[in-house]
């Protein structure tokens, strides 16, 4: 009795499907099967249990094999067509051997023996109830398993999607959104100087101040806009079928009010501004949307801009398509040529120094001027090419001169960390004095790389060099930073200069950087000198040196 109730747990959940021609057979197994299984549904002969089967699911199907239209065997066949892994019991008389081969051939999981047995059938159904049982668990456990393993590939993917520092989607998930949507408009936000924000209140409170700004976007963006974090300072928001004008207004609202927040920040108040661009459309809208940020900022900070069509890109595009081959030759066949412009010291008159100043000749003898290819080579990475070749031929004309002379570097020179080494070469290589060289760099070329800059530099003047700074007074110029330099001369920028008979801020501007640049004991160089009157004005305010076309445009030998 205790093996049946045992039997009964295992099988009370189990849904069957009996076969038999012979009723009275049937009634008595199906009162016996009542009492095992969930449900009992029986069928007459093969056909009636296969269109059964076929409407519904049977956890153990159990067949007769002698049955009229389709007897066991045909039946078990067939099924086993349908699901190979339908579980289907045989019963069969002990004297009906060559069927019970047929049906062990066919693939019957067990058999139940006539006249009925109920210990033997006892033991059949438990093996059978249990394999079930066991693959029961199995499906289940593949069930839970696929789904826990969905789960983390879903999370793994929005992991992969997702800025660790923001929350935000990245630029991964913006370039997934951008191609599978079309009619769109980007917004591009941008926070202005934020690399003063690393500088002044640490890397961990810049990036507390990233987070506190993407939930203030969030808080701003509404159900259908999307917003994402790329890197940087640089978070867009896409929108799909919202008006323009909307688009405009809200975003405008947003940066007044972006203006007028102060975010609290460990223990700092920090206030920002933030200057956007739009694009419009369904075909690069990031890099419009770039460009038209760049140019705004060229007018300064907290700027509302739109991209207005591919003049400026196809401009460029045409520029870079031109100028790569030609600067590539340049370089491999050293057709880029200084030309120098003399630097006269005011208080005699005389020239006293030289700035080398790149073109590029090509093979039908045209002069290239700088306007022309030094972007193109910047974003081509050649610049560092560019200098050596200068380096080397100036050098080779001022090696028999007393004169001294500047070359100019740029940021790229100094992230590529070969300066020291090859001045130091040339300087042994043409028998020059250190002391004749100086190193004209570009102010504010990047704040960022100031201890890298200021190391080489150092080094530098440890051997005897010079160091200029260019263009002080523009818009990224550091007095801080200049003074970590220990620079030799400071070069007013020549927009100061070019007027400074005419505009007193200029004169004032001029006269400052003047007095800053003696208080360090730099020489101080005015740029753009184009006039007497200009020139007196340098004189007047104590300028060391001038530079300009009032003595001489720049020239191919000195």
């Excluded at 929005?158 to 989607?169: A, C, E, K, P």
């Excluded at 940020?293 to 398509?321: C, D, M, P, V």
């Excluded at 200029?468 to 110029?477: K, M, T, Y």
């Amino acid at each position: 009795m205790d093996n049946i109730k045992n039997l009964i747990e295992q099988t009370k959940h189990l849904k069957v499907l009996y076969v038999e021609d012979d009723e009275s057979t049937r009634m008595e197994f199906v009162s016996l099967f009542e009492l095992l299984f969930e449900t009992v549904q029986t069928a007459e002969d093969g056909v009636d249990a296969l269109e059964k089967y076929k409407e519904d699911e049977f956890d153990l199907v159990i067949t007769d094999i002698n049955m009229p239209r389709m007897n066991g065997i045909e039946l078990l066949r067939t099924i086993k067509t349908i699901d190979k892994l339908q579980k289907v019991i045989i019963v069969t008389a002990y004297n009906d051997a060559e069927h019970l081969l047929e049906a062990i051939q066919a693939g019957a999981s067990d058999f139940i023996l006539k006249p009925l047995d109920i210990d033997l059938l006892e033991k059949s159904l438990i093996k059978i109830v249990q394999t079930i049982y066991a693959e029961k668990l199995l499906v289940r456990y593949n069930d839970e398993l696929e789904k826990a393993l969905e789960e983390k590939t879903k999370q793994l993917i929005d992991n992969l999607m997702r800025d660790d520092v923001t929350g935000l989607l990245n630029r991964k998930a913006l370039n997934q959104k951008l191609e599978t949507s079309t009619n769109k408009t980007l917004a591009l936000v941008n926070i202005d100087t934020f690399d003063s924000i690393n500088i002044t209140y640490g890397y961990k409170n810049a990036d507390m101040l990233l987070k506190a700004f993407a939930t203030e976007l969030q808080n701003f963006c509404t159900h259908d806009a999307s917003l994402f974090y790329i890197g940087a300072d640089e978070f867009v928001i896409v929108y799909e079928n919202t008006p323009f004008d909307i688009i405009e207004k809200s975003l405008k609202e947003l940066q007044e009010t972006i203006k007028e927040k102060e975010f609290h920040i460990d223990n700092f108040t920090i206030k920002c501004t933030i200057s956007i661009a739009l694009a419009q459309g369904s075909d690069y809208l990031l890099k419009n949307a770039h460009i038209a940020l760049k140019e705004s900022h060229k007018k300064g900070k907290s700027r509302f801009t739109s991209y207005n069509g591919n003049i400026a890109l196809e401009k460029f595009q045409h520029q870079i398509k031109e100028y790569t081959p030609l600067i590539k030759e340049a370089v491999k066949e050293f057709l880029i040529v200084p030309y120098f412009q003399p630097i006269v010291e005011n208080a005699t008159g005389k020239v006293e120094k030289f700035e080398a100043l790149a073109r590029i000749v090509d093979s039908s003898h045209k002069t290239h001027q700088p306007a022309s290819f030094i972007k193109v080579a910047e974003l081509t990475g050649m610049i560092p090419d560019i200098t050596h070749i200068m380096i080397d031929k100036t050098f080779q004309v001022f090696q028999n001169t007393n004169y001294s002379f500047s070359i100019n570097i740029s940021q790229q020179d100094l992230n590529d960390t070969y300066l020291v080494d090859y001045f130091k070469l040339k300087t042994e290589q043409y028998n020059i004095d250190p002391s004749h060289v100086i190193v004209e760099i570009l102010e504010g070329a990047d704040n960022n790389e100031i201890h890298y800059e200021i190391e080489q530099l150092q080094k530098l003047k440890e051997f005897g060099f010079l160091i200029a700074i260019d263009d002080f007074g523009a818009e990224n110029s550091n007095f801080e930073r200049v003074h970590a330099m220990n620079v030799d001369f400071i070069k007013i920028d020549g927009q100061f200069i070019k007027d400074i008979d005419t505009n007193e801020k200029s004169y004032n501007i001029a006269k400052t950087i003047t007095m800053f640049a003696h208080s360090l004991g730099a020489k101080v160089v005015a740029e753009f000198v184009h006039s007497k009157e200009v020139l007196d004005k340098i004189n007047e305010l104590g300028i060391d040196y001038s530079q300009g076309y009032y003595f001489s445009e720049p020239k191919p030998s000195i």
